[in-house]
């Protein structure tokens, strides 16, 4: 039997991403046209961002919590949230819920040691940059973590709080995104986080100087895997 996934959800444009990749992609694990059962919870943005302007991670953990019971109710066994950030306070999230959760750190890490890198740079968020959630992750898996400098975090903040998550994907934040990479290869880096779920929409892995991990499709994928295995939990 196939587990249900549900995706608790915060920008619309990455969550359709991670929807989309479980759906697109399950016909290659599960037959033509088939992906398993998938439910989605969505508060609005702007709840989340309240907390997030002034790293209240105790709302946010409120809110994920929120989602997670509502995504139960409706059958869900195995919980994925495709945002980054928002994974400052998934511990309190996973505890307070009767399924299991997948991180997402946790499965880019995997990621990286298979592809064998070494040193990661982490695009994301300014909150994700700054914070443990990937330092903490890929150290603990060995792997060097480096993110980009301020002028460049307040960018990549700008671009995606203004931009991506309204769907505006330009030329010009896809010249700058590249530029940050290249600066990060420039100080050892041989890997880079995608690590905001909308930044793989601005940037195609060609695009990148460095092997792209693309953080929603490889939590996505994680899950699917998860979901599809032999024995999974029911």
């Not at 359709?16 to 398993?36: F, I, Q």
């Not at 809110?63 to 995504?71: E, G």
Request: aromatic share 4%; glycine share 8%.
């Amino acid at each position: 039997m196939t587990l249900r996934v549900g995706i608790v959800a915060c920008s619309a444009e990455g969550a359709a991403l991670c929807y989309r990749t479980l759906c697109d992609e399950g016909a290659h694990v599960m037959g033509p046209h088939m992906h398993p059962e998938v439910c989605l919870h969505n508060h609005p943005l702007g709840e989340y961002t309240r907390h997030l302007r002034v790293q209240a991670w105790g709302g946010v953990a409120d809110l994920m919590i929120s989602s997670a019971h509502k995504l139960e109710a409706m059958g869900a066994e195995l919980l994925i949230c495709p945002d980054n950030t928002l994974h400052h306070a998934w511990q309190q999230a996973a505890d307070a819920s009767r399924v299991p959760w997948l991180h997402i750190a946790e499965e880019v890490a995997a990621e990286a040691r298979r592809q064998g890198l070494s040193s990661l740079g982490v695009l994301g968020t300014r909150n994700l940059m700054l914070g443990p959630v990937y330092r903490t992750v890929l150290e603990a898996a060995g792997l060097g973590c480096e993110i980009p400098p301020p002028e460049d975090r307040d960018l990549l903040d700008h671009v995606i709080f203004d931009q991506l998550v309204y769907g505006e994907f330009h030329d010009e934040a896809r010249r700058y995104v590249v530029a940050m990479i290249r600066r990060l290869a420039e100080r050892g880096c041989d890997g880079v986080v995608l690590g905001c779920s909308e930044i793989p929409l601005l940037l195609q892995a060609s695009d990148s100087p460095l092997p792209a991990l693309d953080s929603t499709r490889i939590l996505a994928r994680a899950a699917l895997r998860r979901a599809t295995a032999d024995d999974a939990p029911r």
